[in-house]
């Protein structure tokens, strides 16, 4: 099984211009490909396959992006195939159509090939940037890469590459676990263990304070640093040293939440995992039609339900734990864990499930243990 491994890198104020020099690169080139599609529809033509526009690229350089021969030429190249695929997957129905990468909204990263990484004890090199640090035997030697990528995420710089792991032999306990993950807690089990809202402790919410304060903040610099243009005020601003400062601590603060979330569900993961079930059984989301709900979608996105899931899945491959996902129509709140019978008239404010069975029961506990059961449902 290939799993992905990522490394801090420690590069030079030189080597760092020749990365953000790459990104550009990557970016520029999967815009260009965007364009030249969005222009051959227009016209009635083909989808044009990724061989082609590489092709048309490698002409270009020598006339008028003569610029990009000063990166490597795999960055170009993985950049085409990156926006061919995703307009492959919008014609499949599995994502929204393509967009142009903005300069500050999108992740800075490129592509390195794969053949051309070398890896020594405490660095490794990255073509046309040469051998940056890396903390000693961070990554293994003497065995295949897979898609390395080079990212920034707004203060450090990484490498992540794939690595194939040999699959552990784990004995696995009879037990089938339900997982039934909300806004109001992460995820409730059906063996009792219950995963909080991490957004909702002390720490998440002074940082959301804070971010909140430095956005206002930024704004109203930007309010007053508005372009006049013939005596009115234009939608045009003069960007500051203090806005640039400003922008800086609101990106770092979104850094700090977003890892934050993260270490949460990857330690909710383990722990499941690590009781060593048989079976794992979640109800499958429609995180997208959930989104539209405007009370909520705010709540959903910070929980990172589906972050969780894609987590839940591959660690339960890597220990040979079977992962089902419910049907999307089982009504795995709606049922009583002990008679069976269908409560059609439950409300999302009810908390509590009451069955007239005389169950009481956490309406959430009651999800999981349904859950549970739902091969034999």
């Given at each position: 099984?290939?799993?992905a ?5 420690y ?15 990557a970016?520029?080139?999967y815009?260009?490909t965007?364009?030249r599609?969005?222009?051959?529809y227009?016209n009635?033509g ?22 990009l ?18 307009y492959?997957?919008?014609?499949k129905g599995l994502?929204?159509?393509?967009k142009?990468?903005?300069?500050r909204?999108?992740?800075p990263s490129?592509?390195n090939?794969n ?34 990528r ?18 552990p032999?784990?004995e696995l ?18 063996n009792?263990m219950?995963?909080k ?9 002074r940082l959301?304070k804070v ?6 903040k930024?704004?109203?610099?930007y ?5 006049e243009k013939?005596?009115e ?17 609101i ?9 934050i979330?993260?270490n ?11 009781t060593?079930?048989?079976k794992?059984?979640?109800?499958t ?8 709900n ?8 910070e ?5 969780f ?16 996902e419910?049907?999307i ?11 069976g019978?269908?409560?059609k008239?439950l409300k999302l404010?009810?908390?509590i499930?009451?069955?007239s ?8 506990f009651?999800a999981?243990i349904n859950?549970?059961?739902?091969e034999?449902?």
């Amino acid at each position: 099984m290939i799993l992905a491994k990522k490394v801090r890198l420690y590069p030079t104020e030189v080597q760092e211009q020749k990365l953000w020099q790459s990104v550009g690169t990557a970016r520029f080139i999967y815009n260009w490909t965007i364009a030249r599609q969005e222009e051959n529809y227009k016209n009635d033509g083909k989808f044009i396959s990724d061989n082609n526009l590489r092709k048309e690229i490698t002409q270009l350089k020598k006339t008028e992006l003569t610029w990009l021969k000063e990166v490597s030429n795999n960055v170009a190249k993985q950049a085409v195939k990156d926006a061919c695929d995703s307009y492959k997957r919008f014609f499949k129905g599995l994502s929204d159509k393509p967009k142009f990468k903005s300069r500050r909204k999108s992740k800075p990263s490129f592509y390195n090939d794969n053949c051309k990484l070398k890896v020594k004890d405490n660095a490794v090199n990255i073509e046309k940037v040469g051998w940056i640090n890396i903390k000693p035997y961070s990554i293994p030697l003497d065995t295949k890469y897979s898609n390395p990528r080079i990212s920034f995420d707004g203060k450090y710089w990484y490498i992540s590459v794939g690595i194939e792991r040999e699959i552990p032999k784990v004995e696995l306990t009879k037990e089938s676990i339900g997982i039934d993950v909300g806004v109001k807690d992460l995820a409730i089990c059906s063996n009792g263990m219950t995963f909080k809202n991490i957004n909702k402790t002390k720490e998440v919410k002074r940082l959301k304070k804070v971010l909140k304060r430095k956005q206002r903040k930024v704004s109203r610099k930007y309010e007053m640093n508005k372009i006049e243009k013939g005596g009115e005020k234009c939608c045009r601003f003069k960007k500051t040293n203090n806005i640039i400062k400003l922008e800086k601590q609101i990106r770092l603060l979104h850094r700090r939440l977003t890892n934050i979330r993260s270490n949460h569900v990857h330690q909710a993961t383990n722990r499941i995992v690590k009781t060593k079930p048989s079976k794992v059984v979640m109800e499958t989301l429609n995180i997208k039609n959930m989104m539209k709900n405007r009370h909520l979608s705010k709540a959903i996105a910070e929980q990172c339900l589906y972050d969780f899931k894609v987590k839940m899945k591959y660690k339960c491959e890597f220990y040979g734990i079977e992962f089902i996902e419910a049907d999307i129509w089982f009504p795995s709140s709606k049922t009583c864990s002990c008679c069976g019978a269908i409560k059609k008239d439950l409300k999302l404010k009810d908390r509590i499930y009451q069955c007239s069975c005389g169950l009481k029961i956490d309406r959430d506990f009651n999800a999981s243990i349904n859950l549970s059961k739902y091969e034999l449902a």
